[in-house]
């Protein structure tokens, strides 16, 4: 088996992930992260929330997963979000037609659907399970709709992205931030999507996790307050100049926002965060780029969009993260649909004046003219920009719904002067959004290592403690009650200390280091009778399988210290060998 199977069969048969509705048969597109997948998941998303609430101060919300039909026509949903399909007029299978040509084109969704049609005719593409022929090639909403409520009055669609859920909580965000800017929303949830054809596990879900941040700045200054914190961080930038070169180039944060790499400071600063959070979470820096999306691959809202991309065996280079300027289209879009005021006064730190010309109303000759509507009329004229009684010979004005001819010689001209302490902007978007399905899959590859012991091969996740959804095993030596005992108080000494411990007694010690070894458990602790005769306990460490002596009492601390980073597993104690081996 290649590695990719390897990690799929231990990820089910360890109970990290497997198939949902195996009962059943089954369904592509679904998975359940098993007993220990779920705390994995779960510790990887606080990681997350670490770096993007709780560092930045950001407001995590939760919004329905259904939203109304209005909400996904506004957003461009309903007509946009499709993907080209093509079935065989034999087998009757159908398939993502763009996907049958990336051998021919780099990048094939930038193409029609007709050019992708001709390019499978031009190349005699036939269907990849029984070679009929192709049918013309169409479009698939990948959104579920359903219905709301009784009599299929309302209809609603699974939401196929978290973030429209912030957009149009926009106006009760704004309040919560005091009605200033920067400011942002957070949501870790499920989304929803009718793929094709689900394949490579988790990496296309039809139900999936996303974790995503709709940063809010002022679009006259894209600077970020906090830039210097990573302005020094280097990283590999895969960049449009650099796919040309076929080779990503290494700089800091610093140079690719001075050279024009990066859009800005505001969008490097939270493509520099995605990466301190990648590599928190156990994601390999050599198997991690940053590429930027090519012009003719480019969402039509989006001014610049950095993939975090990692490698994983066989499959090449997946994206796991997308970081995007999505400049203001979204508020734009759900302020036109909505009739709803989606921008933000800001005020300016000094009031400006300036003189504008405005309209003067002649009121003593509008009285006899208009009589009892004559305030209404002049009203009317005042709320009329000059350029608008300019632009026609005849001034029309509608007061109670009457439409009235003004003669020029009602009105004037002039200037006056007027104290401006702001404007009305709509704010641009910085959205972060990350597939923590995929980032799941890609810590378990790049975590997954093989080697010989004893003549045997020994499995190990090598997960970082933060991650790790076990972080302790407690194992006596032997399952007696001199030894487990101990052994237990142990065991709820450290639960009650706040870590995730495993108690194991099945077997052979050398067979539960290994299925330790196999989930990911940073550390092991033994009870044997050096427990009871000289009050010290073993820690062996997952990686090197070294072993530490230390004093029964202090072994809590310890553990604390090294699952933290404080201490070093090998000045934990008296470095010993196993008395036999593993």
């Keep these: ?13 360890r109970g990290f992930l497997w198939p949902a509705f195996e009962l059943y048969g089954g369904a592509a597109g679904f998975y359940d992260y098993g007993p220990l997948g779920a705390p994995l998941k ?7 929330r670490q770096y993007f609430v709780i560092s930045e101060g950001f407001a995590e919300i939760e919004a329905p997963t ?23 007029k034999e087998c009757k299978e159908v398939y993502r037609a763009d996907h049958l040509i990336k051998h021919i084109i780099e990048v094939p969704d930038a193409l029609s659907n007709g050019e992708i049609y001709k390019c499978i005719q031009e190349n005699e593409i036939g269907c990849p399970e029984c070679g009929g022929e192709l049918s013309q090639v ?68 039809r139900e999936f996790t996303q974790a995503e941040a709709e940063i809010f700045i002022d679009p ?27 080779e990503a180039e290494e700089m800091t944060f610093g140079e690719a926002v001075e050279k024009a790499i990066v859009a800005h400071q505001a969008l490097a600063y939270y493509v520099a965060r995605t990466y301190q959070f990648l590599l928190a979470v156990g994601v390999a820096p050599d198997k991690l780029r940053f590429r930027q999306h090519k012009v003719d691959e480019m969402a039509h809202y989006a001014a610049d ?47 400006v004046k300036r003189r504008k010309m405005v309209v003067k109303p002649n009121f003593k ?86 080697d010989e012991v004893d003549g045997e091969t020994r499995a190990v996740l090598r997960f970082l403690p933060a991650v790790a959804p076990i972080e302790v095993a407690v194992l006596p030596l032997m399952d007696r009650k001199e030894l487990s005992d101990p052994a237990k108080a142990i065991l709820q000494e450290l639960r009650t200390r706040g870590m995730r411990v495993d108690y194991d007694t099945s077997g052979s010690i050398g067979r539960r280091y290994r ?68």
């Design 66 to 88: 259904i939203g109304v039909e209005g909400i996904y026509q506004a957003s461009g949903h309903l007509s946009g979000f499709s993907d080209p399909l093509t079935s065989c």
């Design 305 to 351: 969009c950095w993939d975090a991309e990692v490698f994983l065996d066989r499959l090449g280079w997946i994206e796991i993260v997308g970081v995007a300027d999505r400049t203001d289209y979204d508020l734009k879009a759900h302020a036109e649909a909505s009739k709803v005021n989606l921008s933000v006064f800001m005020h300016y730190d000094q009031p």
């Design 1 to 13: 088996m290649d590695k990719n199977e390897l990690v799929n069969e231990l990820a089910r048969r």
């Design 138 to 205: 169409y479009e698939f909403n990948l959104m579920f709709k359903t219905m709301i409520g009784p009599g299929n009055k309302m209809t609603g669609y699974l939401r196929p992205e978290t973030a429209q859920g912030m957009f149009i909580n926009f106006p009760r965000l704004l309040r919560y931030f005091r009605d200033s800017l920067p400011f942002a929303a957070v949501q870790i949830g499920k989304s929803f999507r009718n793929e094709i054809s689900p394949r490579q596990g988790v990496i296309r879900l």
């Design 515 to 582: 299925r330790n070894d196999e989930i990911g458990t940073p550390f092991a602790v033994t009870v044997d009778y050096d427990t009871l005769e000289q009050g010290t306990v073993t820690i062996r460490d997952r990686d090197s399988m070294a072993q530490v002596k230390v004093p029964r009492w202090q072994i809590a601390d310890k553990l604390t210290a090294m699952l933290s980073g404080l201490l070093k597993f090998q000045d934990a104690g008296d470095l010993v060998l196993p008395s036999k081996k593993e």
């Design 365 to 450: 000759a509008l009285g006899p003219r208009f009589k009892a509507k004559a305030k209404a009329v002049g009203e009317a004229l005042k709320a009329l920009s000059k350029e608008e009684l300019e632009a026609s010979n005849t001034v029309r004005v509608t007061v109670d719904g009457e439409t009235i001819e003004i003669d020029p010689t009602l009105f004037s001209f002039e200037s006056v002067e007027e104290e401006i302490r702001g404007e009305e902007v709509v704010p641009h978007v910085i959205e972060p959004s990350f597939g923590i399905d995929r980032i799941i899959y890609t810590v378990l590859d790049h975590s997954f290592y093989a």
């Design 220 to 246: 006259r200054d894209k600077s970020h307050p906090r830039f210097a914190e990573v302005a020094d961080i280097k990283m590999k930038f895969y960049s449009q100049a650099a796919q040309e070169r076929g």
């Design 42 to 48: 779960r510790r990887i998303e606080d990681i997350w």
